[in-house]
Structure formats: structure tokens, C-alpha cells
């Protein structure tokens, strides 16, 4: 752990860092969980911490949530005023600024808490979605969470279109579903075309982002 390292190692390392990114002509960064908990977000497998610790992941499953949407409603009401205010940390605003100085190419986020791009970052791949907005199931419609999120607050649960009264679903990807395929096609052609991928608070336990890093080799 970096906090137990020698001050000297530590700037050593830090250095040959600084020089590796500088070194490269493509980097990508891979983001997950860890790097928003430093926002007051909770990350998944922490113990006594981790959201998994305190929730059934049913709940988060795209079967749950067809059987009763309101289920995942009346939990959400209880985290989404954690996310809304959570603000980006340093980490986030560094990699806006490695990209806006065009030395990282792009973000590639397990995350949907939509910090990167308040921190200023212009090319993220949320290859899991985003919590800040959700679509009707039936027609389509998009709405902003914080829309939704108000309804459920004033006792619509679960909260339907307003255009067709179809359920309206967060646009994360749920447990059983597959990834948004344009983010994932962008984030292979992004890795496959670097020459330095930062990965950055995820234990790449989850597939397939987990394969980046393969990828990101095989390409040299």
C-alpha cells in the first residue's frame, strides 16, 4: 500500500510514473468504483462498507426489477441523495486535465455516477450506463434521474412514463443485461489503439471489462 511506503520509494515510484505517461502517445484510462469513494460514494465488495455488503444484488438484477420496480425504487430513495451530491475529487480532475493537455485519450468508467464528466473530461465510455438519467421500457423516453427520483419522493412508485405510462428504468446496466454496445465497441477500438492503460479503483473482477487489459497487451 502506498501510505506504508518509504517517502523516497514513493517519489521514485511517483516519478517513473510521471515519466511513463509522458513517454506515451496513447494513454486510456479504465476507472471502477475505487476512484469515487474518495467522493463519498461506497464501492462494491469493500467489507462491512461495499454496497454488496448491505444489499441483495437481486434488487439490481434485470429480472428483480421487471417483477417489482418498486423494490429497486424504494432502495434507490434511500442512496440517490448520497449521489446526487457527491462532487468529483482530484483523481476525477486530474484525468480532465491529462486530457484537455490531449495526453489521455479517453475514459473508459465501470462507474455511473457521472463524476468524470462533471469534472470536465470529454470522452467517457460508461460502458455500465448512467444513473443520471433513465428510459421508459416501453417507448423509449428519456428523463433525468433527478425527474424520477422527485416523483418517487412525492409517492410514485414506481414511476411511469408520462408519455405511454410505461415503467421507467434507470439507464444503468442491470445484472442480466448487456452492455450499451456502441460504449463497448468505442472503449475496444480506445484500448486497442493505446499504448498505456491506466487502470484506476476497479479489482477488474467484473466481465468484460475485465478483458481490456488483454487487450490493451496484445496491441504492444
Known sequence: MLEQTPRSDLESI??????LILSSSGVVALTGAGIS??????????????????????????????????????YALELYPLRR???PNDAHYLLAKLEK???????????????????????VYEIHGSLR?????????VYSMDEI?????????????????????PDAVFF???????AWEKSINLVGNSDLLLVIGSS????PANILPDIALKAG
Open 14 to 19: 511517483i516519478g517513473k510514473f510521471i515519466d
Open 85 to 87: 451530491t457527491a462532487k
Open 37 to 74: 469513494t474518495e467522493s463519498g460514494i461506497p464501492d462494491y465488495r469493500s467489507p462491512e462498507t461495499g454496497l454488496w455488503e448491505r444489499m441483495d444484488q437481486s434488487i439490481v438484477s434485470l429480472e428483480g426489477f421487471l417483477r417489482d420496480p418498486s423494490r429497486y425504487y424504494s
Open 176 to 182: 442480466g443485461e448487456a452492455l450499451p454496445q456502441d
Open 204 to 207: 477488474l473482477q467484473v466481465y
Open 101 to 123: 493537455r490531449k495526453i489521455l485519450k479517453g475514459v473508459i468508467t465501470q462507474n455511473i455516477d457521472g463524476l468524470h464528466q462533471e469534472a470536465g473530461s470529454i470522452s
Open 133 to 141: 438519467r433513465a428510459v421508459c421500457l416501453a417507448c423509449a423516453t
Open 149 to 169: 427520483m422527485f416523483k418517487v419522493s412525492e409517492g410514485e412508485n414506481p414511476p411511469l412514463c408520462e408519455k405511454c405510462k410505461g415503467v421507467v428504468k
